[in-house]
């Protein structure tokens, strides 16, 4: 791969799905930390199958290195743009499904979900969610909680924000967590310092 640095990065979430769990789950992206020691060691490593060739303050606000509203906790999608069907929404929900023996294993408030609507399932929904662009800094990994995805039509890439070029492609490779339910990742950007 090319290497980006000094270039913004955005995270695109994807999903070209129609059905056989077309749907996926995000929250939690935090694009920043200082040094690995900060990098939950229990999260994931995110395992890159891009083919080569509402509160007082909102994460990531004047904050070069972290997505804005990462964590959806601003309770909307602020930072962050559909593209395509309305493939989502942010919720406050705690399980999916409407079941709750399935939680969504979601940190704070609220998490952005394709799982269902109002009218019933978005499974055949299709389109992208961009976040507002950062710049890979510290030790240079990012964190994410995914759940859905393992459909490999729904992923998320990293963006080169200059040429919207993906870098880097990501789907839920976990078989536990082909349903709602999140489980948290962590990506290595470290070849993409300063982008």
């Keep these: ?36 020691s900060a990098v939950p060691s229990k999260a994931n490593l995110a395992v890159d199958i891009k083919p080569e060739p509402l509160p007082d303050t909102v994460l990531g606000e004047n904050d070069p290195y972290q997505v804005l509203n990462g964590d959806f906790e601003s309770g909307d999608l602020k930072g962050w743009t559909l593209g395509g069907d309305a493939i989502g929404y942010v919720s406050e929900q705690e399980v999916f499904w409407k079941n709750a023996d399935k939680p969504y294993n979601k940190d704070g408030s609220y998490l952005f ?65 082909n349903e709602g339910r999140m489980f948290c990742f962590k990506a290595d950007l470290t070849e993409f310092m300063g982008t």
């Design 1 to 36: 791969m090319e290497f980006l640095m000094g270039r913004s990065l955005k995270i695109r979430v994807v999903d070209n799905a129609t059905a056989g769990w077309g749907l996926i789950t995000v929250d939690s992206f935090v694009t920043y930390y200082k040094d690995m």
């Design 113 to 177: 979900t394709g799982v269902e609507d109002i009218n019933g399932w978005m499974e055949g929904a299709c389109g992208t969610l961009t976040s507002s662009a950062f710049t890979v800094g510290g030790c240079g990994f990012i964190t994410f909680k995914l759940g859905g995805g393992y459909n490999a039509e729904c992923y998320i890439e990293i963006v080169d924000a200059t040429t919207n070029t993906a870098i880097a492609k990501y789907h839920n490779d976990n078989a536990d967590s």
